[in-house]
């Protein structure tokens, strides 16, 4: 749909300002244009191309491990669907409320009332990064965007599961997993995705949606073999039945017995910890499409349906799927810590290694998927983060760039062109890439198993766990504590079920999951030093490191910094949006970021409560 006269003129009007005065201290960044918006079966894609990656086919078979019991493992991937949800919830009644700009009031016309302006919600990119800068904002300065940037800059990427992407790799073409083969595998597949998003952007869309769909009839294909595997059928290695089976008696009874399946129960608190963080991690997906809400196609109307959706066909697909391997496997296997779950699945009902090997590759692909839609999310974040002047070379990464795609469309084919060229942020995926790179290498001296725990742990520990536990625990407080708590849940864009219900919850257990970690686990744990080759306390460590270092580089870039490198000048930056309206919703067109180092702290927009805006009138 194009823009109406008037918001077509302001917006080539800023283009002509901002290219009437070029300047290093500038950057304009267009917004995607509405035929290249995302539709909501891509956002639905999004979180299950996220969501589905190695955790389902691996991690059921860690959790079996570390709880003895196929009751409280259930219980655990069905507790894990309600926090997956209510996260969601916490996040969409953010990502539907801020950033706010003033902006006139209008009728359901679209006429401009008299009563004048009001502070209205524009979505913008960036998921926490915005409601944790909204919520814990502190005047002129930047200490939670630096901290944020910090952590998300340096640990927001897949590099993990890069590593398991080599051993799946090696596994499929049955030849040895030797270290740096592993590595350099895991360069390539995170090469590739940076490659294919700074390359062609709707490429990168398409086999986005292609690979979600893939996993997902993978994921039917394993619930229709195990429940008919359960009901009596055969695969060509005979009928196969899950049994849990006494270590001490060697008696059998059905995975799914009332009377046997919270039996051998463990008691190991720490374990349980480290399996929901598991689960939880597994779950995580949810927050992908909110990096990438201003591109997202009439948000307002379609995003927290298509989210709703997408996040409950994952929460469903898990249970059934965890429900699908205990129908086929027995409960005494899952102490083969060689094995993850849905090899072992496919090797009972098929009996031989060339299942093995072909599940292998089915993960593999499921992991590049999982690096793919998160290359593509994860540079939005660091692009915004960019646009805040808080890295080197700010604007640099902070600016979008026409795709060698888009360039060889409008050379070769010029009559198919006629809309905007499609933009990446060629910048931010190469600051993305050099981090992953930075990942691989500083594990490198590990073992490549080794290394995935370690950075899949840390993942999950900082970006999921932490930062979920002060979004939530900020809404709580602007619900109940903060001088805007009426305001808030009167004027939020989304009102989710149950009121606050979700964020109390969601925070709870993210408290528990936060401290927990600290707890040695058992010496029979899947998750003690001899399984995993990581001691119990390195995660939190360096997790909490992680925090204190994002404190010490907001001092040093606020304090240390401006004194003797610039002169005691503060630096300012200006994010001037131009809004427009598009099918009766207000959206960004484009954004033009400023920013200088400045004697004097001038008009910046480091309040994120209200942002310097043009709009048409």
Known sequence: MPLEADDQARVDEAIRESG?????????????????????????????????????????????????????????????AVM????????????????????????????????GVSLQCVPRNGGEK?????????????????????IYIILGNLSGNGVAFGLYICEAADIQAHDSLVRGLAVVCLTAACLLHASWRKGGIVVNNLLAMIKVLILVAIIIIGFAASAGASFGHGPVHGETVDPKTQSKTSNFSTHSSFDFASNDAAGYAESLLYVMFTYSGYEQPFYVLSEVYRPKKTFAMSTIAGQGLACCLFVL?????????????????????????????????????????????????????????????????????????SLFFASSSITPWARLRRRFWPSQSKEQDEESPSAALFLHWIFSMVMIAATSPTAPATAYTILVSLYSWTVITLFGFFVSGGLIYLRFFSSERRDWISKSGFRPWGGSTAAIIYTIVCLFLLAARFIPPALRSPFAYANTGVQWYIIPTVGLASFVLGIVYYLGFEYVYPPLFKDGRVLVVD?????????????????????????????GSNDPEMQKVTVAE
């Not at 918006?37 to 990656?53: A, D, E, H, S, Y």
């Not at 996040?91 to 003033?102: A, D, N, V």
């Not at 998160?374 to 080197?392: D, L, W």
Request: hydrophobic share 45%; glycine share 8%.
């Open 20 to 80: 009437a005065d070029p300047s290093d201290d500038r950057v304009l960044v267009r917004s995607t244009p509405d035929s290249q918006k995302l539709g909501p079966g891509t956002v639905m894609c999004t979180i299950l191309n996220r969501t589905i990656g190695s955790g389902i086919f691996v991690t059921p078979a860690i959790v079996l491990r570390s709880t003895s019991s196929v009751g409280v493992s259930l219980l655990f991937w069905s507790f894990g």
């Open 84 to 115: 997956g949800m209510s996260a969601l919830l916490v996040w969409l009644e953010f990502g539907l409320s801020i950033p706010k700009f003033e902006l006139p009031n209008r009728d359901e016309n679209g006429m401009v009332r008299e009563e």
């Open 130 to 150: 915005n409601y944790l800068e909204y919520v814990y904002r502190f005047p002129k300065m930047r200490a939670t965007t630096c901290i944020f940037g910090w």
């Open 321 to 393: 799927v965890n429900i699908a391997y205990l129908c086929a496997v027995s409960f005494d296997r899952r102490l083969d810590g060689e094995l993850d779950m849905a090899t072992v699945f496919f090797r009972e009902v098929f009996g031989n290694e060339i299942a093995r090997r072909v599940m292998s590759g089915i993960i593999a692909l499921s992991i590049f998927g999982n690096v793919v839609i998160m290359t593509f999310t994860a540079s939005r974040v660091k692009q915004e983060v960019a646009k805040e002047g808080v890295i080197p070379f």
């Open 575 to 603: 994010r001037e949006a131009v809004i427009v309206r598009e099918h009766g919703e207000y959206v960004q067109a484009l954004e033009v970021v400023d920013a200088s180092w400045e004697r004097k702290s001038g008009p």
